[in-house]
């Protein structure tokens, strides 16, 4: 039985590890539940950490989505009415600001692996070799850091071999400027270096700010410490069985059961019963 005081007027699921299986699939059954939460009325929101470029990618996992947040906050898209998007929100990093950030955390936690994402869309994702880079479909291409990181950015990816994304997540928020860059953990071992001020929380202001809804009205769903912001102010946080334990303990509950079991479809079926 789901611990839910009122309905919500608004979901936000993240994606990886909370909706998406570990196959890399959504299930029928989530889609049905999306589907159906949608047709009742209430916005719903896909918040990744996934960039731009891997648009298409959310529209195929979460198809009822009103809105997708996307880049950990900085790219919001309406997608409402019909096979047409509206960009809502577009934020970029100049590169050097990342590279400044990548020296600061080398210098406490040993070398790195690197990866800069290009604002410009013609711009492939490029840096060090990264062998287990987990987003076949976008293409990385092997370059010099200086070339890497020049001009505007989506955002950096840094990755250690011998420590944790949370772990170096802490070890970079200990030593790079909040008040240049904004660092964060993907979920999947990666630190991810954005725009200041950029994180899932901000991305799903824009569309709240569109309906004049607070966040007390917000129901959130998420696994990873970047997931952190929006359960911390959404009127009620729901984290998945295996989530990090920053996230439970951020979190009203748990999940029924995890990705890998439909946890959100379950958790929804059962609030559409009460809407």
């Known amino acids: 039985m789901i611990n839910l005081s009122k309905a919500p007027r608004l979901v936000a699921t993240d994606l990886d590890g909370t909706l998406v299986r570990s196959d890399e ?39 009822s989505a009103d809105f997708l947040v996307m880049a950990q906050g900085a790219f919001v898209y309406e997608c409402r009415y019909d096979d047409s ?11 050097e600001l990342i590279h400044e950030a990548l020296r600061l955390i080398e210098n406490e936690a040993g070398p790195l692996r ?16 990264m062998p287990n880079w987990p987003w076949p479909a976008v293409t ?14 989506v955002k950096g990816y840094f990755v250690s071999d011998t420590i ?7 070890v970079a928020k200990g030593v790079v400027d909040a008040d240049k860059v904004t660092v964060t953990e993907s979920g999947v071992g990666i630190l991810e270096v954005c725009p200041v001020d950029v994180s899932k929380a901000a991305g799903i202001q824009v569309v709240l700010d569109k309906f004049d809804i607070d966040w007390d009205d917000v129901l959130a769903f998420g696994d990873a410490t970047n997931d952190l912001s929006m359960l911390r102010k959404a009127g009620h946080a729901v984290a998945m069985p295996h989530a990090h334990p920053w996230v439970k303990e951020a979190a009203d509950e748990l ?21």
Not at 85 to 95: D, K, P, T
Not at 140 to 153: D, H, N, Q, S
């Open 164 to 170: 944790s994304g949370p772990d170096l997540l802490a």
């Open 25 to 63: 699939t959504v299930s029928p059954r989530s889609m049905a539940a999306l589907k159906r939460l949608a047709a009742s009325g209430v916005i719903v929101v896909g918040a990744t950490g996934r960039g731009p470029r891997l648009l298409d990618l959310c529209r195929n996992d979460i198809p």
């Open 114 to 129: 690197a990866i800069a994402e290009p604002a410009a869309a013609d711009r492939p994702l490029s840096g060090d070799a």
């Open 85 to 95: 998007i509206v960009e809502l929100a577009n934020r970029s990093v100049e590169g």
């Open 140 to 153: 990385l291409k092997v370059a010099p850091r200086e070339e890497a990181f020049a001009g505007p950015m």
């Open 255 to 275: 999940a029924p059961a995890g990705n890998d079991d439909d946890g959100v479809a379950q958790y929804i079926e059962e609030l559409l019963d009460l809407l």
